[in-house]
């Protein structure tokens, strides 16, 4: 059921997403490979490789659904219920399940479900933590890319002039909470012969907790993105900063001088060391 709701979650992202590209289909900013100005791309571009981070975020959580989807009711503590005649099938069918256990020994050791429920999570928080650490590098001074609302920020305890993005910073804070939770269940499971024991018992307070951090997480995600605002002049000013088109004339060299591109590269790489050296 988490695993279905986290999805819906991610969906609803994604539409602010999509909601936010189309605002700023002809927003042009700078690409960035080694944090050094790539390529110019557009801010509509950007958002949708978020976009697809999430959606291969949402399958797994679906594919989960999926593979967990099994009853273990008829399970012991170790054995079936030998004595007891009961339908698992039935069971399973009733409760809503696709199809019961079929082992029980497995069942009762088994908690795949749950590492692949933290793994989801932390792959989430990966993918937003990293896109809240590009949105507080570019909310800084020395990008000023974008601003984000004073409902989204607080100032500093000492210094007034401070508008800091702390929505962002809490993101990408709490994917380390995430992380800590797999990193529990992992360790706890790696050691244990097969059948139960009560170390198995901290797998709740890891699933329960690790939902709750990341539907914090998801919910101050969807504010950022739905109130990030960009700064288009700077954007675009940053754009032509330092010789980004000249990928783009090493291919109109290929295309229209029918040269080869190791050839093409070579030219425009001679003249962007003459530019630069002359200023």
Known sequence: DKSASLSKKILEIQKVIVKKAEEQIDTIMPGFTHSQNAQPILFSHYLMCIFEMLERDKKRFNNLFESSNECPLGSGALVGTNFYTIDREFIAKELGFKKPTENSLDSVSDRDFVIEFAANISFVALHLSRIAEDLIIWSGIQYNFVKFPDSLCTGSSIMPQKKNPDPAELIRGRTGINYGKLNSILTIM?????????DLQDDKALVFDGFDTLKDTLIMSS???????????RMSDMAKTGYTTATDFADYLVKEKKLSFRQSYGISSKLVNYAEKNN
């Open 190 to 198: 790696k050691g244990l012969p097969i059948s139960y024991f009560k």
């Open 223 to 233: 504010e950022l993105i739905k109130n990030v605002n960009p700064n288009k002049v």
